[in-house]
């Protein structure tokens, strides 16, 4: 299936596959959502690293620095060290005081209020103008802390759709946040965002992926095309 020429026939497809998710995983309840700015420094420092060493980072950055007005003011060094067990943090600390320096020049405060009455592309290019801020990290300010409907592509999700052939095989994860956004209901996001992350942690891992325990291989293009054959033992697929 061509996702991208057939997007009717993915709009069908998943509601089948979320079907079957929210049977496997159940259907996620709405976590406490992080403050605007905390969420895309949190988000920030996630990138290329574990939940474990991004809480690590975060916790010890505002014990150092306990106010935002702190990390945006303090020496370089000073946040790079605090962020160092995410990981990157030569480049994630000067991204940070970046973008709170930009948020305290347009607005007069560290504050991202006010993305909340923008339109939703507006908001979404305001956020990934700032250095070291994607789609999906614009995507996860949005939609975890200000509830809009915006679909945040991790690195699980856009392997178990790529998959599954809801998107192609080629597409890219800044691409498939568009693509995706259009087959998923919006009132589904959160949902479907945590449920595939859920499913590529479990079951369909990026090397050796536990076809055997998978609730979707009758809907998986990856399935069909490989399982029984000797390329999928070791496989690692991103």
């Not at 009455?117 to 990934?128: C, F, G, R, V």
Request: aromatic residues 6%.
């Amino acid at each position: 299936m061509n996702a991208i020429s057939d997007p009717t026939t993915s709009v069908h497809r998943y509601a089948e596959i979320a079907r079957r998710l929210i049977a496997r995983y159940g259907y996620p309840d709405w976590r406490p959502n992080l403050p605007p700015v905390d969420e895309l420094v949190d988000t920030i420092l996630s990138q290329n690293t574990t939940d474990s060493s991004r809480d690590k980072a975060f916790d010890q950055l505002r014990l150092r620095l306990p106010t935002w007005e702190a990390v945006r003011d303090a020496e370089s060094e000073v946040v790079i060290e605090a962020i160092r067990p995410a990981g990157l943090s030569n480049q994630k600390g000067p991204h940070i005081q970046a973008a709170l320096r930009r948020i305290t020049e347009e607005q007069g405060s560290i504050t991202l209020e006010f993305l909340r009455d923008m339109p939703l592309d507006q908001a979404k290019a305001w956020l990934t103008s700032l250095d070291g801020v994607g789609p999906k990290t614009a995507a996860i300010v949005l939609l975890f802390s200000m509830g809009r409907p915006a679909f945040p592509v991790d690195t699980h999700v856009h392997r178990v759709t790529k998959r599954l052939g809801l998107i192609g095989k080629n597409v890219s994860a800044s691409h498939a946040h568009d693509l995706l956004a259009e087959i998923v209901p919006a009132n589904t996001y959160y949902a479907a965002h945590l449920n595939f992350i859920r499913h590529g942690r479990q079951v369909c891992h990026a090397r050796q992926p536990m076809c055997s325990e998978c609730p979707l291989t009758d809907l998986c293009d990856f399935y069909q095309e490989h399982v029984g054959h000797e390329p999928l033992k070791g496989l690692i697929e991103p």
